[in-house]
């Protein structure tokens, strides 16, 4: 039996979240819970993250919102579909169904000559260049409805909405094929659907390797950043925390929306031989996804039990780079990060409670 954090408990969470803040929010075991937050230890740069994250959902059509007030109807992110996309559009070609979220860099320099930061709209046009497309591209400035070409975008719409908030129209971004290198099939999607069974991690990964489905573009979204070579000489290329708060909050608007557990966002390099955006990234990713996911609900109306779910969904995380990146990557990944560092004060929480309270 698979015995990771998945989906269903993810978003028994997330599902319920509100911009609460942690400490505001609980009814019961008030006590407990207060104190096992203070006890949960982030380094600075992963406070920063968080704090940066912004929530967004989706309208009935598809589109990409900044959450509103309770009295203000949200706003949509900038859409600028990009020419594959407006193909698409024409030929009304949906995805089947959405089953993984894969997340991308564009493969290009973070600055311009002039040393001005590069934004989703550099990402857009590459992707034309390419005639490939994804569902948004992502950069380090404020998401902002009104954003341009000078203030940036933070996240950037580049397919238009298709009508049916759960079936976008289909990309061009992931394509299993052969490996020019070698001309064998590309297998890295099957490499990572072993680890993935190795740990007992549930994905969707699964369902599309065992039924022998090469057309990821039919059974996904992705979205490109801005960057390249983000494991090279770790974390030297690595996205500012601005990005990585945008992409953060992408990622859980549209995991809710598409009912996807936290291994069902895979990076491009774990489905194809590709470098994009590197194991190091996904792993934050993943780790901020459970941590905020934590935070946001407060932990009110979980059981010890769910509480120790996510324990293991963070372990499952620490365990899955250390297999396919090796000891040293990881350890210079929680030197970034402060992974051991959180999940040593979760232990020590831990230890000190039982599902009756604070153990005196």
Same mark, same amino acid.
């Given at each position: 039996?698979?015995?990771?954090?998945?989906r269903?408990?993810f978003?028994?969470?997330?599902?319920?979240?509100?911009?609460?803040?942690?400490?505001?929010?609980?009814?019961?075991n /008030?006590?407990?819970?207060n104190?096992?937050?203070?006890?949960?230890?982030? /380094?600075?740069?992963a406070?920063l993250?968080?704090?940066?994250?912004?929530p967004?959902?989706? #309208?009935?059509e598809?589109?990409?919102?900044?959450?509103?007030?309770?009295n203000?109807a949200?706003?949509?992110?900038?859409?600028?579909?990009s020419?594959?996309?407006?193909?698409?559009?024409?030929? /009304?070609?949906k995805v089947?169904?959405?089953?993984?979220l894969?997340?991308?860099y564009?493969?290009?320099?973070?600055?311009?000559?002039?040393?001005?930061?590069?934004?989703?709209?550099?990402?857009?046009?590459?992707?034309?260049?390419?005639?490939?497309?994804? /569902?948004w591209?992502?950069d380090?400035f404020?998401?902002?409805?009104?954003g341009n070409y000078?203030?940036?975008?933070?996240?950037m719409?580049?397919?238009?909405?298709s #009508? #049916?908030?759960?079936?976008?129209?289909?990309?061009?971004?992931?394509t299993?094929?052969i490996d020019l290198?070698?001309n064998r099939p590309?297998?890295?999607?099957?490499?990572?659907?072993?680890?993935?069974?190795?740990?007992?991690?549930n994905?969707n990964?699964?369902?599309?390797?065992?039924?022998?489905?090469?057309?990821?573009?039919?059974?996904?979204v992705?979205?490109?950043?801005?960057g390249?070579?983000?494991?090279?000489n770790?974390?030297?290329?690595?996205?500012?925390?601005k990005?990585?708060?945008?992409?953060?909050?992408?990622?859980?608007?549209a995991?809710k929306?598409?009912?996807?557990?936290?291994?069902?966002?895979?990076?491009?390099?774990?489905?194809?031989?590709?470098?994009?955006?590197?194991?190091?990234?996904m792993?934050?990713?993943?780790?901020?996804?459970?941590?905020?996911a934590?935070?946001q609900?407060?932990?009110d109306n979980?059981?010890?039990?769910?509480y120790?779910?996510?324990?293991?969904?963070?372990i499952?995380?620490g365990?899955f780079?250390?297999?396919?990146?090796?000891?040293?990557?990881?350890?210079?990944w929680?030197?970034?990060?402060g992974?051991?560092?959180?999940m040593n004060?979760?232990y020590?929480?831990?230890?000190?409670?039982?599902i009756?309270?604070?153990?005196?």
């Amino acid at each position: 039996m698979k015995n990771e954090f998945g989906r269903r408990d993810f978003f028994n969470v997330i599902g319920l979240a509100s911009a609460t803040p942690l400490l505001s929010v609980f009814n019961k075991n /008030n006590e407990l819970f207060n104190i096992a937050s203070e006890k949960l230890e982030l /380094n600075e740069r992963a406070r920063l993250i968080l704090s940066e994250v912004v929530p967004l959902s989706f #309208d009935e059509e598809g589109n990409l919102l900044i959450k509103g007030s309770a009295n203000e109807a949200g706003k949509c992110v900038v859409s600028i579909p990009s020419k594959r996309s407006i193909e698409r559009q024409a030929t /009304n070609t949906k995805v089947k169904d959405v089953k993984l979220l894969v997340v991308h860099y564009d493969g290009a320099q973070r600055f311009l000559r002039s040393w001005k930061a590069r934004n989703a709209r550099n990402t857009l046009y590459g992707l034309d260049g390419k005639l490939a497309s994804v /569902n948004w591209c992502v950069d380090e400035f404020d998401i902002n409805p009104e954003g341009n070409y000078d203030l940036g975008y933070g996240i950037m719409q580049t397919q238009p909405a298709s #009508d #049916d908030p759960i079936r976008p129209y289909k990309g061009r971004h992931v394509t299993i094929g052969i490996d020019l290198a070698t001309n064998r099939p590309d297998l890295n999607h099957i490499y990572t659907n072993d680890i993935f069974n190795k740990l007992g991690l549930n994905s969707n990964l699964s369902d599309l390797v065992e039924s022998g489905i090469r057309d990821i573009d039919s059974y996904s979204v992705g979205f490109e950043q801005i960057g390249w070579y983000y494991s090279k000489n770790f974390p030297n290329y690595f996205p500012p925390e601005k990005q990585i708060a945008n992409a953060l909050s992408l990622t859980m608007a549209a995991m809710k929306q598409f009912d996807l557990g936290p291994w069902d966002v895979v990076g491009h390099q774990e489905i194809q031989e590709k470098p994009d955006p590197g194991d190091e990234f996904m792993a934050t990713l993943r780790f901020l996804m459970g941590v905020y996911a934590l935070q946001q609900k407060g932990i009110d109306n979980l059981s010890f039990s769910e509480y120790f779910a996510f324990k293991r969904h963070f372990i499952n995380v620490g365990n899955f780079l250390k297999e396919k990146s090796g000891v040293y990557r990881y350890s210079c990944w929680n030197d970034y990060i402060g992974f051991e560092r959180y999940m040593n004060s979760m232990y020590y929480t831990g230890r000190n409670f039982h599902i009756g309270g604070l153990v005196k």
